[in-house]
């Protein structure tokens, strides 16, 4: 089902899985889910590609506040918080924040953000 929502969305998507394994415990939220998103932009996904590793990356929004539209509003305290910010695209407007649906074991589908 994940496949299928994948390839039918036009835009960044993030699903939420359930009961994540051979992943590292702190990648795990509270509530037993993954957030996994494939990405299409050359820079990381190339990146990727020669690591032969996912990447692992926070938003670029705290829960509950509100998306940056450009690096420039990102707030300091996660800016702070990463080991290495790619000088690309710092200048550029962000689209819409992506997608973000949860799909549990039991193939039930919930849209968090449309």
């Given amino acids: 089902m994940a496949w299928q929502i994948l390839d039918l969305t036009d ?6 899985l359930d009961n994540p394994r051979n992943v590292a415990p702190n990648l ?3 509530d037993n889910t ?3 998103r494939l990405v ?5 996904y ?3 590609e020669r690591m032969k590793k996912p990447l692992v990356s926070t938003s670029a929004n705290i829960s509950g506040m509100p998306t940056p539209s450009s690096f420039k509003e990102i707030d300091h305290h ?11 695209h710092q200048d550029k407007i962000a689209a819409k ?4 649906i949860k799909i549990g074991n039991n193939l ?3 849209v968090i953000r449309p």
């Fill in 46 to 48: 190339k990146l990727m």
């Fill in 78 to 88: 996660i800016l702070d918080g990463v080991d290495y910010i790619v000088n690309l």
């Fill in 108 to 110: 039930q589908v919930k």
């Fill in 28 to 30: 795990i939220g509270q």
């Fill in 97 to 100: 924040p992506s997608s973000i």
């Fill in 11 to 16: 835009k960044p998507t993030t699903l939420i």
């Fill in 34 to 36: 993954l957030g996994v």
């Fill in 40 to 44: 299409k932009e050359p820079f990381c």
